[in-house]
């Protein structure tokens, strides 16, 4: 095994993100479609624990997947974290996400809730998550209960513990690594085969110091995604396609928007006394795994010839996916009989993901607006193309991740916690400025000093931004309408009542979302205008 050696020395903070696009969604689904027609109608092989070759194969294809049983891990972190699991559950604060999958809104089968660091968020399937923060230090936070407070202190103690131990795991694999290769070092685009030289004057020793530096960095998880389903009141699961492995819970897939080659860690939780005893006589055999017990499903991903594997969860039960195994494999989970918790641990990528990111963006655009105190008036500082695609581009980014993120989840937050009421509250009025900064842009336009060249540029720069905008304005409102019973359902166990939902802290913002009655599915209000006045702006300067 050359693993940890082989990856450790990519720079810290120059790690790009496993990013969904929608090119990526369609050379995945090109890939699986290609998969199934080379299986056909046979099914791949799999192993599972009670297999001879189950071992040889962890070893030789999978060993960067560790398990960690529950009896090593400490019973005070069971008993705290298994009640707070439970106290969130109870509180309902867990929820079914409404993502999107292939350009369609799609129910999560799971219930799922965000903690993390204050003001970060999670965002997938083009949907983003919005952290209930655990207690830190220099943050206050106002929990709906203390019984909520608890369960997420319990999640902050889980989650420090499974850092230690990954650090500990990739420590001691880094160990035997070296010990196995002679001390050979390989960094992002060399190799260094230390000799006896290098050993005397440090050198070692600093490559060991910066190894743990990187794996720290890896394992610092920030953000924790709990999931729980109870299989019991599900009317159907999908079946895994390649191996016949039975219902699953979460289908194949890499996990996005991390850091590269971090470590995921989860938390196992199945719970015998949170749901009626399962009716064995109704439990469909597979052979394979037994399909009463929950499992996490590994494969290589894409590969027809590697056996998969089906590693059954015991309560309390950890794995971790260390290193690039979220890259070069996939994962899915297989559904037992009972209910169950996860709690997912991840270093979430946050480049443009944190509040701090968003309000840094707000004060760039806001540095090229003058208010005059005493008139009370508004002008632009520079009608430069640079600044107006900054400021626009900032513009559409405020609106639509986050914005319309958050409130499209509507009381969904509150439900633990109102503390992301007062930034976004913040975040709207900033949005407010740059809706004017748009209506000042185009009134300088129309002024008859401009020359038609100069015009001519200024809307060849905006337009881009105006069409998305308007594009993914009737986007959202066509989210927010509740189309089909599926949506309708959620809208009403959410809570999310489009007017007082959105309305949060602001008593005026509904303004913004409110509907004309038209088949375009346009917006009236603040959002409107600058489209409007952009096309009377195009027609002004084609008919000179």
Known sequence: MLMV???????????????????????????????????????????????????????????????????CVPQEIHQKVQQGLTMLQDCKCLAQDLVQIK?????????????????????????????????????????????IGKACKAIKDLNEYLHVEAMKILLDQCSADVEEIG??????????IEDSGSMKDGTYHNKQSNTNAVLKDRTSFNV????????????????????????????????????????????NYSCDDLGPASDESNTTSIKGRDPARWHVGLKVAWDIATPGLALPLEPGDCYFMLDDLNMTHQ??????????????????????????????????????????????????????????????????????????????????????????FGPMAALENSWREMEQMTKLLLCEINKTEWSLERKHQVVHCLLPFLEERQELRKSWMARFLPIGRQVTSWIRRMDVDVKQSIKGVSPDLPIVYQLM??????????????????????????HF
């Open 5 to 71: 050696c082989v990856f450790m020395l990519t720079a810290i903070g120059h790690e790009p993100r496993m990013k969904r696009s929608g090119k990526y969604d369609r050379a995945k689904e090109n890939k699986k479609l290609k998969l199934l027609k080379e299986i056909e109608e046979r099914k791949l092989p799999y192993l599972t624990p009670k297999d001879v070759q189950f071992e040889q194969l962890s070893k030789a294809k999978y060993p960067k997947l560790y398990l960690r049983r529950a009896s």
């Open 331 to 420: 994962h899915c989970v297989l559904s037992g009989m009972q209910p169950r918790f996860s709690s997912t641990h991840r270093v979430a990528e946050c480049s443009s993901g944190t509040l701090d990111y968003i309000f840094g963006r707000c004060d760039v655009a806001m540095k090229n607006l003058h208010k005059d105190p005493l008139l009370g008036t508004s002008s632009l500082i520079s009608l430069d193309l640079a600044y107006v695609r900054q400021t626009e581009k900032i513009h559409n980014e405020v609106e639509f991740e986050w914005l319309r993120q958050f409130w499209f989840q509507g009381k969904r937050s509150a439900k633990a916690s109102d503390w992301w």
């Open 183 to 192: 001390f050979v070092a390989k960094a992002a685009t060399s190799t260094l």
């Open 517 to 542: 009655s038209s088949q375009n599915v346009v917006l009236t209000g603040a959002m409107e205008t600058p489209i409007c006045l952009y096309h009377l702006t195009w027609k002004k300067l084609f």
């Open 224 to 267: 924790v995604l709990l999931n729980f389903m109870d299989p019991s009141r599900m009317k159907y699961l999908k079946e895994e396609p390649y191996f016949g492995m039975g219902k699953m819970a979460v289908s194949w897939h890499h996990d996005e928007n991390l850091v590269e080659r971090s470590t995921v860690a989860v938390y």
């Open 103 to 147: 350009g369609k809104d799609v129910l999560t089968p799971v219930y799922r809730l965000l903690v993390g660091d204050p003001g970060s968020t999670y965002h997938y399937l083009n949907t983003r998550l919005f952290t209930i923060p655990w207690p830190s230090h220099g943050v206050e936070v106002k929990y709906n209960s203390d019984e």
